[in-house]
């Protein structure tokens, strides 16, 4: 489509008259690559054949600019004899051409019989010695039936400037200079095929992305409409671009591969310098063509990648080679230059190695440990030092383990090689067994051990950070901790005498210390577990801060603190998120599983626990499976769904996962779902295999799992009650168990084998422990076992009370077996069915009441008296009475007995 060449076609169309006037003239139709040049002569080719012209017509292209007279025998090919044969010239051999003066000769042969249009397109690449007869003939054209037409590409230099300056100096040359389109030619250009309306649209566009080259516009067009109409750069598009850089300067193609391969961020002398051409002059002609923006940049993203699938793997390996040299003696950033060197797959430079570890630790800090693994990868196989090359791989198998442990494993056999060997420092040693260790690989994980032990024995001493290792290993995996625990030093005192051993890996020595006070003091481990979270900060190039975290939030669960570990855990979720940690993301969520497990809200224990597996392939987990797992199971099965527990139960899990403390959790989590069940002879087994697993790894004293508890109540359901006393009262004797969610389990049980009246009173305190620990499932039981002693005792009104209440909080828990079986067991389950618990017609009328009134009438729906409720909140009973007046009043009810059980939840959170 001949768009804004209607003055070209007219002044060809005057040297076309002045020809069959007998007034030979030359025309050079001159522009940029792929701007319709060649459109254009055809156009004019085709109007002077049907004015009787005979078209002698010549193409030239770059491969035959060294053949000589190939473009003057593409001509002749055309001329053939003259007479009546001429119709079939083209199967004619070309005649031999000695000179100038046998082409002058020929072509006035057949002039005679007709006026004669040479054609030759792309110029610029003619072979000189049929430029030079072109030339020649050129100057005789004055008297004859004769006309030229040529088309050069200004991109492209000239084979011979003398003879091309020496033709644009000719008398009566005709000078066409041909251009891009503008905006109102690229609409009219569009308008044929997309509709005016349409073409207006989308003319910004396409002037953007082609900048009013025809070819572009033409191929741009085509991908619009074959991807139903977004305005989205195509395959047509490219190879129309690609076509103008081989048809163009050689610089402008290498300019461009330059471009692509330094990517956007390239500048003018890194280009210059790898292009190996002037940047100024190419890019201005190659924006002049519409080839890329005046900044000099590509058009849209799509060509640089169109331009790299261009090249030959060993051209584009060898550029960005060259590429990675040239920014690295310019100073650029690592990153920088690593790209490179990842991209043409090879690090051969004696720098190469250490710029590629500078750029895994700068992705590494910027959360991206996909990149910072592919520069380890090409680190460690550039290596030329074994002990150098293990050490990468070490950092490697960490960065791959922050992302997916099951990737990481394929790193192992050789790192237990390298430590074999003794390549490995502490550092990477201690990494490598703790990778085995959650992979299941006990055995060589012991090995390791062994030989880190063997060398601390060899130098006489164990260093802080081998005893670090020795007593995380006392919490996480105590089957392979020395027998004999080694003491965390303590802190350095001003002025005292304590020593304190260096540390490389200052969140490995936190996770030690955590482990040591839990062993010791559980309260002095909780202060101690909240300021390891307030310091923390995730980080990959620390290698244990993960592990601290970890440990320091089961500290807070086990110490009752579930409120404060659920904050502590969402945080972390959401850090492991942003870095880009599912590995760690996923360990958090199956420990904020737990914690919900512990606060009786089971939906979310099961929600989080499939989060946790959906985030991390079960098969990645290793040994940790047990957390997510025994989560799941629990809450499962408290909600009634057997057939879910049996299936989360019935998972493959590593067997080593038993001589961890995950194994202890999933034991409970059996002997739980054996319960309720009423497998109780199984749930025994399990309960007491915990505490066989733990007096052998020598952790009785305050031990991850309290398995007494549930082997009491396993007791108690098989009739067993002298032993149960026996297992409640070693529970409750244990050192640290005199307060928390452990004992009051323990009372509950103690209740039950006890006379009513004393029951009561153990049950109440059990009620204010787990109240305190904020365990409402264990609370529903307790109020459920007061209910039934109260109605013992003769209390029936009390007993109803606290009936509903513990209905109410199993349903809040969907706790739904408890519900039925406080249902069954109550003497007002019909009562209880066929009357719902009142409510108040308007529950906003809940939010006007105060704190302390909030409070009172809290512990009154618990069925505290007034004289008790004065005395929890240290108040005289008259300050209750008129606090429940306004309460009443408030909430538009007569009595205490149509208190909303929804207000019990609120009295560990009130005033």
């Not at 062994?450 to 081998?466: F, I, K, P």
């Not at 996962?657 to 025994?684: D, K, P, V």
């Not at 039950?752 to 264990?778: K, M, N, V």
């Not at 009562?831 to 409070?855: D, F, N």
């Amino acid at each position: 489509m001949l768009v804004e060449r209607e003055e070209h076609l007219g002044r060809l169309h005057r040297v076309q008259e002045a020809a069959l006037a007998g007034r030979g003239r030359t025309a050079l139709v001159e522009g940029p690559s792929a701007t319709g040049k060649t459109e254009l002569l055809h156009a004019f080719a085709d109007r002077a054949e049907a004015a009787g012209f005979r078209l002698l017509h010549a193409i030239c292209s770059r491969p035959e600019r060294t053949r000589a007279h190939a473009v003057v025998n593409q001509l002749l090919r055309y001329a053939g004899p003259p007479g009546p044969g001429a119709a079939g010239a083209h199967r004619i051999p070309p005649p031999t051409v000695r000179s100038a003066d046998d082409l002058w000769a020929a072509l006035l042969e057949r002039s005679a019989e007709g006026p004669v249009l040479i054609a030759v397109d792309d110029v610029q690449h003619a072979d000189e010695p049929s430029l030079r007869m072109l030339l020649h003939l050129s100057h005789r054209l004055r008297s004859a039936r004769m006309a030229m037409v040529f088309t050069d590409n200004t991109d492209v230099p000239p084979v011979n400037l003398q003879l091309r300056a020496e033709l644009l100096r000719q008398a009566g040359l005709t000078r066409l200079k041909v251009s891009p389109l503008g905006e109102a030619g690229v609409t009219a250009f569009l308008s044929p095929r997309l509709g005016p309306e349409t073409a207006r649209r989308l003319t910004p566009y396409f002037h953007t992305t082609t900048g009013g080259n025809p070819l572009l516009l033409a191929a741009l067009v085509d991908d619009w409409e074959d991807s139903d109409g977004d305005e989205a750069v195509g395959p047509s598009y490219c190879l129309a671009l690609l076509s103008c850089l081989h048809r163009g300067d050689e610089a402008a193609l290498a300019l461009a591969r330059a471009l692509a391969v330094l990517g956007p961020d390239a500048d003018d002398d890194t280009v210059a310098a790898l292009a190996e051409a002037p940047v100024e002059p190419t890019v201005r002609a190659m924006t002049a063509a519409g080839l890329l923006r005046p900044d000099g940049r590509f058009r849209h993203p799509s060509v640089r990648q169109a331009v790299l699938d261009d090249l030959s793997s060993r051209e584009l390996s060898v550029l960005h080679r060259r590429a990675a040299r040239l920014l690295y003696d310019s100073a650029a950033p690592a990153g920088r230059v690593a790209r490179h060197l990842l991209d043409a797959g090879r690090a051969d430079e004696p720098w190469a190695v250490r710029i590629l570890l500078e750029a895994a630790d700068h992705d590494l800090l910027s959360d991206r440990p996909a990149a910072a693994a592919v520069c380890l990868e090409l680190a460690q196989r550039s290596s030329g030092d074994l002990t150098e090359r293990a050490e990468i791989l070490a950092r490697l198998a960490h960065t791959e383990f922050q992302s997916d442990p099951g990737t990481a494993a394929r790193s192992l056999q050789q790192l237990v090689t390298a430590d074999r060997a003794g390549r490995l420092r502490f550092p990477e040693s201690a990494l490598l067994v703790r990778q085995l260790l959650w992979h299941g690989r006990s055995e060589e994980a012991a090995e390791a051990l062994g030989r880190l032990r063997a060398a601390a024995t060899a130098r006489g001493d164990a260093s802080g950070e081998e005893t670090d290792l020795e007593q995380w290993l006392s919490w996480a995996h105590p089957a392979l901790a020395r027998p004999a625990r080694i003491p965390v030093p303590g802190p350095r005192r001003p002025g005292g005498d304590t020593v304190v051993a260096l540390r490389s890996e200052p969140w490995l020595e936190r996770a030690a210390a955590l482990a040591g006070e839990l062993a010791r003091d559980r309260q002095v481990a909780v202060e101690r577990a909240e300021q390891v979270l307030w310091d923390l900060r995730l980080s990959r190039s620390a290698y244990w801060s993960e592990e601290a975290a970890l440990l320091a939030l089961l500290t807070l669960v086990h110490g009752d603190r579930a409120d404060s570990a659920a904050e502590w855990c969402e945080r972390l979720v959401m850090d492991a998120a942003e870095r880009a940690t599912p590995t760690w993301q996923a360990v958090f969520q199956a420990v904020r599983a737990e914690i919900a497990v512990r606060q009786g809200d089971l939906a979310a224990a099961v929600e989080r626990g499939h989060s946790a597996l959906e985030l991390l392939p079960a098969k990645s987990w290793g040994v940790a499976i047990g957390l997510p797992l025994s989560s799941l199971v629990v809450a499962t099965t408290r909600m009634g769904r057997y057939d879910d527990a049996l299936r989360h139960l019935s998972q493959a899990v590593p067997q080593a996962m038993y001589e961890s403390w995950y194994g202890l959790l999933f034991l409970q989590a059996r002997g739980i779902h054996h319960l309720a069940t009423h497998h109780h002879r199984a749930a025994l087994g399990d309960f007491l295999s915990c505490g066989e697993l733990q007096r052998k790894w020598g952790v009785q004293a305050l031990g991850p799992v309290p398995w007494r508890a549930g082997a009491a109540e396993a007791c108690i359901r098989l009739g067993n009650t002298d032993r149960a006393k026996q297992l409640v009262h070693e529970q409750l004797s244990r050192p640290g168990a005199s307060g928390g969610r452990a004992r009051g389990i323990a009372l509950r049980l103690y209740a039950a084998t006890c006379a009513p009246g004393r029951g009561l009173q153990l049950l109440t305190e059990a009620l204010e422990l787990l109240e305190s620990a904020g365990d409402r499932f264990e609370q529903a039981r307790v109020l459920g076992d007061m209910s039934r002693l109260y109605n013992a005792v003769g209390e029936q009104r009390r007993a109803r009370m606290l009936f509903r209440q513990s209905l109410h909080v199993a349903k809040a828990c969907g706790a739904q077996p408890l519900a039925q079986e406080l249902l069954a067991g109550s003497a007002d389950s019909g009562a209880a069915q066929q009357a719902p618990v009142p409510v108040p017609e308007q529950h906003g009328s809940v939010r006007e009441l105060t704190g302390s009134e909030m409070r009172v009438a809290s512990l009154a729906v618990m069925g505290y008296t007034n004289r008790e409720i004065a005395a929890k909140l240290f108040v005289t009973p008259s300050t209750v009475e008129q606090h429940l007046t306004r309460v009443y009043r408030k909430l538009k009810i007569q009595r205490r007995q149509d208190l909303p059980s929804f207000l019990w939840p609120n009295a560990s959170k009130a005033g």
